[in-house]
């Protein structure tokens, strides 16, 4: 057993904000201090959840969370934001549709340069301006379909998207979601995936 008949040391830990025991503000004269037994040397402990060991281990993650950000700040084009993966047995899919895509894309532009050409040739001649536009382009027709098809379908996507909230978003007389409607919709989803 340790000695028990040695001076207590009289050196209390003191924290950088100066004596954590003294009061930090004084309102109106009145002085308030916190009750801290005499016993107690550190700041915090552990069954507080705030032991001098735990505010260590913060301190040095926002450290390091700290130097994290300045790197990042340093070289922000070092890592790429969007790094295209995907699973091998479906790449081709992925490589073709995006070559098809940007084959879109350049037709699409070249046809909108054709039309801004033709319509600066029409705007020097002002007479033969009104004849052409009466006749419809043959590359636009296909355009306009697509166009037409493209505005049908995401009209009936629309339209079934509402009908399903409406269906999904009935409540009870209490205020509860109504589940029987919901189990409804689901079953009726089910059978539809089945008879296809």
Known sequence: MAPTDYKKKDN????????WKKPQNTLH???KRKWVPDNKVFEGSVKEGQGFALKRKEKVKHEYNK??????RRTPASKALYKEEYPEH???LYVAEAEKL???????????TKQRLRKEETA????????????????????????????????????KKEETF??????????????????EYLLQKITQGTGK
């Open 124 to 159: 020097e001649d002002d007479a033969p301006a009104e004849a052409e536009a009466a006749e419809p382009v043959p590359e636009d027709a296909e355009f306009l379909t697509d166009k037409q098809q493209r505005d049908e379908a995401i009209k009936k996507y629309k339209q």
């Open 67 to 72: 130097l994290l950000r300045k790197e990042k």
């Open 29 to 31: 004269g009145v002085k």
């Open 166 to 183: 409406q269906i999904l978003s009935k409540k009870t007389k209490k205020g509860q979601p109504n589940l029987n409607l919901q189990m």
């Open 102 to 112: 940007r084959n879109e894309a350049w037709t699409h532009r070249l046809n909108r």
């Open 90 to 92: 479906l790449r081709h």
């Open 12 to 19: 209390k830990f003191v924290a950088k904000a100066g004596n």
